[in-house]
Each structure stands twice: as C-alpha cells, then as structure tokens.
C-alpha cells in the first residue's frame, strides 16, 4: 500500500486550495468541493467579516452553489480576527464537516492562516485584553507612525520584519509583544512550527498563473470593485464609526479608500495605491506559499478548468483522500 495512502487510515482528509489574489480560487474550489463531496473553509483575514463584500471580493450565496461554506459573515468589523481566532473557528468547522462524514476545503490567500490549520501550529496563550506593552506601543506608534514601529521590530527580529509588511500594524504588534513576552523572535518560533507534521491526510494545492496575467486581472478586480461601489461600502463603514486602527479596515481598499474619505489624497490617487498595493501583496502571497514543502502547485496557463481539476482529483486519489 503506498504511504501515503496507509497515512490517510489513520488522519483526517483535508484539501487546501491557496493561491494569490485574483488568481480564480473560487470558482475552482466550487468544482473540487462537488467533486469531493466536500465544505468550503474560508481562510480569508477579511471575507469574515459582515459588511465588506465588495472589498474582499466575497463568494456570494450564488456563487457557492449550495456548497456550505464557513468562516464567512461570521463577525462584525468591530471584532478582532487573528491567526489564533482563525485556528479556533477553522477546528470548529472541521469537527462539522467530519461529523457529517464530508472533505474539508480550506480555501484562501492568508498563508499564515491555512499553515496555522495544516500544521497545527501551537501559539502562546492569546489575552483577553490587550496588554500594558502592547498598549503603550500602539500610542508610541499613533504619536510616530507605523514605519517607526516597524524600526522596532527590525531592531530585534530583522527575519520578521522583512516578512512583515511595515503598514501591517497588527502583526507587526503580535512580533514585538511576542518577543518581549518569550525574549524569543517570532521568527524563530515560526520557523520551529513549519516542522511540525500535519495531523491531516493533506492535499495541498497552490493555484497561480503567470505573474503578468495576474497583475491584469488584479487591475481589472479593482476597477469593477469600484464599479460595484466599494466607495460607498467603505463610507457606509465610516458612518458605522469604523475606524482605520480597526483590523476590519485595516485591508486591502479599505484602509486606502477610508484614507480618501478622511481627505488625505484623491479618489485616482486611492485607487492607484490600491492596485499597486494588491500586487504587492499578490507578490508577498507567492512568496510566502513558495516556502511551503508540501505544496503542489497548479500553473493555470492554457489549462482548462477540467484539466486543472482532473490533475487535483488525481493528487487527492494517490493520497487516498479519495478512492
């Protein structure tokens, strides 16, 4: 009997379908997840949340075709979603889709987010409430800025700030109190969980295409995003009392769109940064995916969707996830 299969007796079956931004997951994951009999698991940090549809580019109830999908419109963006909140919700939706004897589908960009699910990364204990550091550094960076506090970081862990974005104030936060609280880098701690073999019969797929089609199609996205009226979702968020310190609006086309509201640049100027920072993270995605030993990856190009899914049904086959 192949390993890999005799593995799958004793494991749970999970399938991963990641992928950059704008690279056509969805409607993939809708053919794989009828394929396999399966639910649809979002690990995605903003599709969480309830009034941000157009902005994360959210599935909607037609486009899932009846297939159950979790972990979307599940909060409101006062609340605070994490990578150990994510953990939390994902196992709950596991434990479901296994009592229901169907595949879980994780499905999503948030690298960090679907390793937490795969590896069963341990973290520290997360607090309730935030903590004195982590408090005073929030108010030395609303006084100097997220650059500043991104200097901090860099000062101590230099491996966790060049895989940080310096605007990601929250993970930039979650590195530094990490390290004041253990004296060790968090990416040192990262590293260490990467090891970690998954409790999962685990197929894991990474869809992407070539990077100049992918920026187009980033492009395209944003301009029919704004056509669909993501200004007017934004400043309906505004009017809510969200805020740019909120993690909801802290991403991609809220915090630039709300900037603009607040009158720091023009509407051209807001949706320029915007694409120019969607490729960013596009890049940082691929990046971060590339690092990921088990992952099979699924080059779009000239492939038809039947071929690309035949390819995934086949890779789920051998690793007897399914017969």
């Known amino acids: 009997m192949d390993d890999r299969k005799s593995d799958c007796m004793q494991k749970k079956p999970l399938v991963v379908l990641a992928g950059p931004t704008a690279v056509g997951k969805t409607h993939l994951s809708i053919l794989l997840a009828r394929a396999l009999n399966g639910e649809v698991i979002s690990a995605d940090s903003m599709q969480v949340y309830r009034h941000m549809d157009i902005g994360s580019a959210k599935i909607t109830p037609q486009e899932m075709e009846q297939i159950p999908h979790h972990l979307i419109d599940a909060l409101e963006p006062e609340e605070n979603f994490h990578v150990v909140r994510f953990q939390q919700m994902a196992k709950q939706a596991l434990a479901k889709i296994y009592d229901r004897g169907r595949i879980p589908l ?38 100097h800025g997220a650059l500043w506090l991104h200097e901090q970081l860099a000062a101590v862990d230099p491996e966790a700030a060049r895989q940080i974005h310096p605007n990601n104030q929250k993970r930039t ?46 492009d395209r996205r944003v301009e029919q995003m704004m056509a669909d009226g993501l200004l007017e979702e934004v400043r309906a968020l505004k009017e809510r009392g969200c805020t740019r310190d909120m993690v909801s609006m802290q991403g991609l086309g809220y915090q630039e769109l709300l900037a603009h ?4 640049y023009s509407l051209e100027e807001a949706v320029r940064r915007i694409k120019r920072d969607t490729r960013h993270f596009a890049k940082r995605q691929l990046t971060w995916f590339k690092r990921e030993r088990d992952a099979l990856w699924v080059h779009k190009g000239e492939k038809s969707q039947a071929e690309i899914l035949e390819y995934m049904l086949e890779q789920c086959r051998e690793r007897g996830i399914i017969q």
């Open 106 to 143: 994780l499905v999503g960009g948030t690298g960090f987010y679907i390793q937490a699910v795969v590896r069963d990364i341990a973290f520290g204990e997360e607090r309730e409430e935030e903590s004195g550091y982590r408090q005073e550094m929030e108010r030395l960076a609303r006084q």
């Open 173 to 218: 936060l979650r590195a530094l109190e990490f390290y004041h609280d253990t004296k060790t880098p968090i990416s040192a701690h990262n590293q260490e969980q990467q090891k970690r073999e998954s409790p999962y019969a685990c197929a894991y797929f990474v869809l992407t295409d070539e990077r100049s089609v992918l920026y187009e199609r980033i």
């Open 261 to 264: 509201l607040e009158g720091e």
